[in-house]
């Protein structure tokens, strides 16, 4: 079975700031990465995702990730915290080999103080 | 071009009444795909359709809940009879015939968030 640990339920960091946000893995089978965000009141974006090109992967409004098979993680950076960073965070693995069920962390709320 | 649309944002019933959600997946998107977040808990997988069979239901809780997608295009998601349990924020996504592992990706819509009293 796959699954996904988010370290951190709740991160605060300060505007400027570099933004970490950890994601850890399990699969059984080379896995597809993804990371999501939820903004208030709206519905889930993808950031970016890892499908077995580059290990490093860069998405949208500067965010990016870099799988590490060893440590079997997927964390995500940004290097410049903005106030409209705001948002809770989702990590994902496409699950059982298959191409459309995605298993999730619990999400990481991201909270930018000025 | 539009999303995907989820009706209603927003529904409060009581506990062994019914209720029907509904999904309209982005235009010419074939797999449709109900998930379920759980107050505090990790978003999880319900279902999935391609067009209007069912691909994978394994996730679904119990047969109170049953999912249409007649016709392969807009879906809907009825619980009857609702349980406290129930309540949560149902998410719907749509993705293009390919899927994940030929690139493609999931497009959620905004939920809809159930609240069982």
């Known amino acids: 079975a796959q699954s996904v640990t988010q370290l951190g339920s709740h991160v605060s960091v300060s505007e400027g700031a570099l933004v970490l946000l950890r994601c850890n893995y399990s699969s059984s089978v080379p896995p597809y990465l993804f990371w999501y965000v939820q903004y208030p009141n709206q519905g889930l974006q993808l950031l970016l995702k890892?499908?077995?090109?580059?290990?490093l992967v860069k998405g949208i409004n500067d965010f990016e990730a870099e799988f590490k098979k060893s440590e079997t993680s997927f964390h995500l950076t940004k290097p410049s915290a903005h106030m409209s960073d705001a948002a809770e965070y989702f990590c994902?693995?496409?699950?059982?080999?298959?191409?459309?069920?995605?298993?999730f962390g619990k999400g990481t709320l991201l909270t930018v103080n000025p | 071009e539009a999303g995907v649309t989820q009706f209603p944002s927003h529904s409060v019933i009581e506990k062994g009444q019914t209720v029907t959600l509904r999904c309209d997946p982005i235009?010419?998107?074939?797999?449709l795909y109900w998930y379920r977040r759980v107050m505090g808990k990790e978003i999880k997988f319900l279902l999935h359709f391609v067009k209007e069979s069912k691909q994978d239901e394994s996730g679904m809780p119990n047969n109170r809940f049953l999912a249409e997608r007649t016709g392969g295009t807009y879906s809907t998601l009825k619980v009857q009879p609702a349980e406290l349990e129930d309540s949560g924020v149902y998410f719907c996504?749509?993705?293009?015939?390919?899927?994940?592992?030929?690139?493609?990706?999931?497009?959620f819509g905004e939920g809809s968030r159930l609240t069982v009293l």
């Open positions: 235009s010419g998107h074939d797999n």
């Open positions: 994902a693995v496409s699950s059982g080999g298959s191409n459309y069920k995605l298993t």
């Open positions: 996504a749509s993705s293009h015939p390919k899927g994940i592992t030929h690139g493609g990706e999931l497009f």
């Open positions: 890892y499908t077995s090109a580059a290990t």
